[in-house]
């Protein structure tokens, strides 16, 4: 079996641990709105959406079109970096368990988490997105996904955080006192 073939399994792979997250958040923004969740910045999902599986696609379509080289050098730290953010980013969603979601929905009355990796990180999960982001492509150099994958996603980043931290700020400041999010 080939490098390149053992890559594509491994982008594959990845793909199908999306589609569990998917179900994942599904379930939870069902179990969010049913308790009054409110979702906020619904408007750049589609680009997440779109960016996401361009990474996948970029990942398959330059080390198969272009002809990438497998670099051990590069390719076997790089494999560790997408499997530890892979255990980052299920560490993420199972401390939030049912607050975790690909969407951004505040529901009221629920505590603001701060044990797990969000004792030390405000957004741990995309700490996991970043890195991913970077080393998926790199295990069998494909630096120009790498690159624009990275660049567009500093500036999706920029948007959802932003959206993340004002709809928790929100909650946080419209809640009974007794509602209010806490740190938990």
């Known amino acids: 079996?080939?490098?390149?073939?053992?890559?594509?399994?491994?982008?594959?792979?990845?793909a199908v641990e999306r589609l569990a997250e998917l179900v994942v958040s599904k379930?939870?923004?069902?179990?969010?709105?049913r308790r009054g969740g409110r979702e906020y910045g619904a408007g750049h999902y589609p680009a997440m959406v779109l960016l996401h599986t361009g990474l996948l696609v970029g990942c398959l379509a330059e080390v198969l079109v272009a002809d990438r080289p497998f670099l051990p050098g590069l390719g076997?730290?790089?494999?560790?970096v997408v499997l530890g953010s892979q255990g980052l980013r299920w560490w993420c969603i199972g401390t939030l368990g049912h607050q975790w979601n690909t969407r951004v929905i505040i529901t009221p009355g629920l505590p603001l988490v701060s044990r797990g990796p969000y004792r030390w990180l405000k957004h741990p999960n995309y700490v996991a997105v970043v890195a991913e982001g970077a080393a998926l492509p790199l295990v069998h150099t494909a630096w120009v996904t790498a690159l624009v994958f990275t660049v567009a996603n500093a500036l999706l980043l920029r948007v959802r955080i932003g959206v993340e931290?004002?709809?928790?700020?929100?909650?946080?400041?419209?809640?009974p006192p007794a509602q209010r999010p806490t740190r938990a």
């Open 1 to 14: 079996m080939s490098v390149a073939t053992l890559y594509v399994a491994l982008v594959v792979a990845v």
């Open 27 to 33: 379930r939870n923004a069902a179990w969010s709105f």
């Open 76 to 80: 076997w730290p790089m494999l560790a």
């Open 165 to 175: 931290n004002a709809a928790l700020e929100l909650a946080e400041s419209t809640a």
